[in-house]
């Protein structure tokens, strides 16, 4: 399976971004996609996930009420919009994909794409 994740860049606070990330290989093996973000100094967080079948989603708690992770099955992709951006968002973020029980733990992901940087500054 391979993961390219896409859409970062350089927002002010309160501003809005959408990433995308386009699955591609042998997606039968999925269960789970999840976005993950990494700040400086800063340990890998959870941010999203979405049930590959079911379309069940979760999200962490900083971000609730402003991210919104959706899927078009028949591109393969997984979005995640990001609306009233924050400082504290600022980082790299990462589409992951795992065959596993849907998990928050990065350690459970298999795949990983190459990561999109977020800034949010003024």
């Known amino acids: 399976v391979r993961l390219v994740d896409s859409g970062g860049g350089l927002v002010q606070p309160g501003g809005s971004l959408r990433l995308s990330c386009t699955a591609s290989?042998?997606?039968?093996?999925?269960?789970?996609m999840g976005w993950f973000r990494q700040a400086p100094g800063k340990e890998r967080e959870f941010v999203a996930a979405s049930t590959w079948i079911g379309g069940g989603t979760d999200y962490g708690n900083p971000v609730k009420g402003r991210f919104t992770v959706s899927r078009d099955n028949a591109k393969n992709t997984v979005f995640l919009q990001m609306n009233n951006l924050k400082p504290e968002d600022t980082a790299v973020y990462y589409c992951?994909?795992?065959?596993?029980?849907?998990?928050?733990?990065?350690?459970?992901?298999?795949?990983w794409g190459q990561g999109t940087q977020v800034t949010v500054s003024s």
């Open positions: 992951a994909a795992t065959g596993r029980p849907y998990s928050r733990d990065y350690s459970t992901y298999d795949y």
């Open positions: 290989g042998d997606i039968s093996t999925i269960n789970d």
